[in-house]
């Protein structure tokens, strides 16, 4: 069982604690044979940091049989900014097997923790990887009896395509560590590549003993039938594994493409509900504008018809002498107008054409002079 509140306080001086805390409690939940714990991690420079780790055992099918493979994950204080720092950790009666994931010193590297992204790679996936690689070649390999020669290397683990040397790999984190008694990664040779064997079914946690293998042709020939086939299921299962690995970081995009969709739309309608509420108090408003415009014309009409000249009316003399010079003035500007549209028709010679446009110009300009004054006098703007 996990205790919760010592665990968080470890995560406590980490720099997402939360996160960090999600990510263990979730891999502890699937994988029961690890658990949290806080040790002093010690690095190349000589630095210790306290860390947490998880340290137990993985479930790694191997030729139809079930090994418990011990492991060590330590998690940096930016987790899950940086991919953990991972190794297998065999027991006193066990060895280290070197391959192109595994060093001479335990170290485990993967493609996973090379290309580790903050915001899709977890311990989870991180473990079930290690199961699907572990399975097609074992990380440990039981140590040969005293007086007995090493497990032969007649059968040799088929390596998996391409070039994968753990030395072409940057660090996945601004550390270099090393880890318990290790003194650094010094260059390494590839060693015994023999294979772990099956535990007694009674006692399954138990770690492969070493026995001789069949003379017989037909057990070769079965074997090596059951290897293959096992290995290409395996291969088969670590491409799909991958594919819906794939397949769920699209859905996962597309699931945080729909939310801001969402809250975008969301926005809209709010937006249109506003403006929907505006719209109404608008009509309502235009409503009462229009009844009101309907009762003044029914008063109107109720009403005696009224003279135009009686119905404009002044509050002083000055202002009335200004309205009416204003009314005279306009009269004769439209008068000079018909006058030059007559000139134009034939109806009036030019002479009697001068000779009314003179005069009424003259008492036009009388008049704008006068509404000046006026003007000027009423305080008015000229």
Not at 207 to 218: G, M, Q
Not at 252 to 270: A, P, S
């Amino acid at each position: 069982m996990i205790d919760h509140s010592l665990l968080r306080l470890w995560l406590s001086k980490y720099q997402n604690p939360d996160a960090a805390y999600r990510d263990i409690t979730q891999a502890v939940q699937h994988y029961q044979g690890l658990q949290p714990q806080q040790d002093s991690y010690t690095f190349l420079d000589g630095t210790t940091m306290d860390l947490v780790n998880l340290t137990g055992t993985i479930p790694v099918t191997y030729k139809g049989s079930v090994y418990n493979i011990p492991i060590c994950i330590w998690l940096i204080d930016t987790h899950p900014k940086n991919a953990p720092i991972c190794y297998v950790q065999p027991t006193a009666d066990m060895s280290v097997k070197v391959s192109m994931f595994v060093d001479q010193n335990g170290k485990i590297y993967l493609p996973y923790l090379h290309d580790w992204v903050a915001d899709h790679s977890d311990l989870l996936g991180l473990i079930q990887v290690m199961i699907v690689t572990f399975g097609e070649q074992p990380p440990v390999f039981a140590k040969p009896k005293d007086g007995n020669p090493p497990y032969p290397v007649n059968r040799v683990m088929p390596q998996p395509s391409g070039s994968y040397p753990p030395s072409s790999y940057p660090p996945t984190s601004p550390y270099t560590p090393t880890c318990g008694n290790f003194d650094g990664y010094p260059p390494y040779s590839i060693g015994y590549t023999g294979y772990p064997q099956f535990p007694e079914p009674s006692h399954p946690n138990r770690y492969p003993l070493v026995t001789p293998l069949s003379t017989r042709k037909e057990d070769y020939i079965r074997d090596s039938l059951l290897t293959a086939i096992h290995e290409k299921l395996l291969r088969k299962m670590k491409d799909q594994f991958l594919q819906n690995q794939a397949e769920l970081q699209t859905l996962k995009k597309t699931q945080e493409e729909l939310k801001q969709g969402q809250t975008k739309l969301d926005g809209i309608l709010g937006r249109l509900e506003k403006e929907q509420k505006d719209l109404e108090k608008s009509v309502t408003l235009l409503r009462d504008k229009e009844q009101e415009l309907n009762n003044a014309i029914e008063k109107i009409a109720e009403q005696e018809s009224i003279d135009v000249d009686d119905a404009v009316t002044t509050t002083a003399p000055l202002y009335k002498q200004l309205l009416n010079a204003y009314a005279e003035e306009t009269a004769i500007e439209d008068a000079i107008y018909y006058m030059g549209e007559a000139l134009r028709c034939g109806v009036i010679d030019l002479d009697v054409f001068l000779r009314q446009v003179k005069t009424l110009s003259r008492k036009q300009f009388m008049l704008c002079a006068l509404m000046q004054k006026c003007r000027q006098k009423a305080g008015l703007a000229v």
